[in-house]
Nanobody, 123 residues
């Protein structure tokens, strides 16, 4: 069973930056970051392939967020710059089974989930 542990959330002001981390047990996986605000569906934010050769972003975060990974640490990062109040949400990392190689934006295509970390951006 793969375990994912997120960290790095917090309360910041608009325009600030945060870096989220997601550490996986036992291996390297296609990994995505998702977020969910109260009363809204969980949505894809960014994803990265197993060795970092390809990344994908949701349109509203392009140019502000950067996903990266350090496989020596089994950790995927989400660097978030220029944060806006509308970025406020619980952020979750998710991984696909090792047989999967593509980044996809569909929640149901991810097999393992972390517990989430809260990001709150004040105006």
């Amino acid at each position: 069973q793969v375990q994912l542990v997120e960290s790095g959330g917090g309360l910041v002001q608009a325009g600030d930056s945060l870096r989220l981390s997601c550490t996986a047990s036992g291996g390297t996986y296609v990994t995505g970051w998702f977020r969910q605000a109260p009363g809204k569906q969980r949505e894809f934010v960014a994803g990265i392939t197993r060795y970092g050769g390809s990344t994908s972003y949701e349109d509203s975060v392009k140019g502000r967020f950067t996903i990266s990974r350090d496989n020596t640490k089994n950790t995927v990062y989400l660097q978030m710059n220029g944060l806006k109040p509308e970025d406020t949400a619980g952020y979750y990392c998710a991984a696909r089974k090792s047989s999967r190689s593509a980044v996809v934006s569909v929640v149901s295509e991810y097999d393992y989930w972390g517990q989430g970390t809260q990001v709150t951006v004040s105006s």
